[in-house]
């Protein structure tokens, strides 16, 4: 099946500081990718969708601004988490479509788990 | 608004149970039902359902979905330890891509 990579798997950093999350697609490119972030005993939300060569699209109440989408190149999404705070603690997963399937059949990479101090 | 409620929200059996998880959804322009399962990572992808009353089956885990009643059910029968982990439910609308996904049922298998 379709693998999806995620780095760093965790990462814990200070407040006011930027953190930068990888999502590659490892054996298929993807023109579209999407980025979730999972609360505990929460569901994962939909942050945004990423878009080779093109800006990312944002679901309502996620800040552009803070959270930065950068989509160059069909194998690789990275998200960073501008002067992340703790509230930002979280946990970021991607996903992408394998080519040639319903789009529905996501495949998820294995997540990064955020904490800030 | 657009939702997805599952239940229960957790469960407890014992080896060798039969387990029925449910999902119901309320949405407009409906295109597919997913089950996910999750473990301490991301979640696995399990079946998708565009049809209703057609049964998906992939060894002891089956699904299948009632669009009239907006439901789904996910069964694992036999459970086993190894199916331990949180099943998330999910649709997906017509003229998007995003997925909206429940809360989730956190099944724990004893031994």
């Known amino acids: 099946g379709a693998v999806v990579s995620q780095h760093p798997s965790r990462v814990i950093c200070k407040s006011g500081t930027s953190v930068k999350i990888e999502c590659r697609s490892l054996?298929?490119?993807?023109?579209?990718m999407f980025w979730y972030r999972q609360f505990p005993k929460q569901s994962l939300m939909l942050m945004a969708t990423?878009?080779?060569?093109?800006?990312?699209?944002?679901e309502q109440g996620v800040e552009k601004d803070k959270f930065l989408i950068n989509h160059a190149s069909l194998t690789l999404s990275t998200l960073t988490v501008t002067s992340a705070h703790p509230e930002d603690s979280s946990f970021y997963i991607c996903?992408?479509?394998?080519?040639?399937?319903?789009?529905?059949?996501?495949?998820f990479g294995p997540g990064t788990r955020l904490t800030v101090l | 608004e657009d939702k997805v409620v599952q239940s229960p929200l957790s469960l407890v059996v014992h080896e060798g149970d039969t387990v029925t998880l449910n999902c119901s959804y309320e949405?407009?322009?409906?295109?597919?039902l997913l089950w996910y399962k999750q473990e301490k990572k991301a979640p696995t992808f399990l079946f998708m359902l565009?049809?209703?009353?057609i049964e998906k089956k992939s060894g002891r885990l089956s699904s299948i979905l009632d669009k009239k009643e907006l439901f789904s059910i996910l069964n694992i029968t036999a459970t086993q330890t190894g199916d331990s982990a949180v099943y998330l439910c999910?649709?997906?609308?017509?003229?998007?891509?995003?997925?909206?996904f429940g809360k989730g049922t956190k099944l724990s298998v004893i031994p």
């Open positions: 565009t049809s209703s009353g």
């Open positions: 999910a649709y997906s609308g017509a003229g998007s891509y995003q997925l909206t």
């Open positions: 054996d298929f490119q993807a023109t579209t």
């Open positions: 949405v407009t322009n409906f295109r597919s």
């Open positions: 990423s878009n080779e060569g093109s800006k990312a699209t944002y």
């Open positions: 996903s992408a479509p394998p080519p040639g399937w319903n789009t529905d059949t996501q495949y």
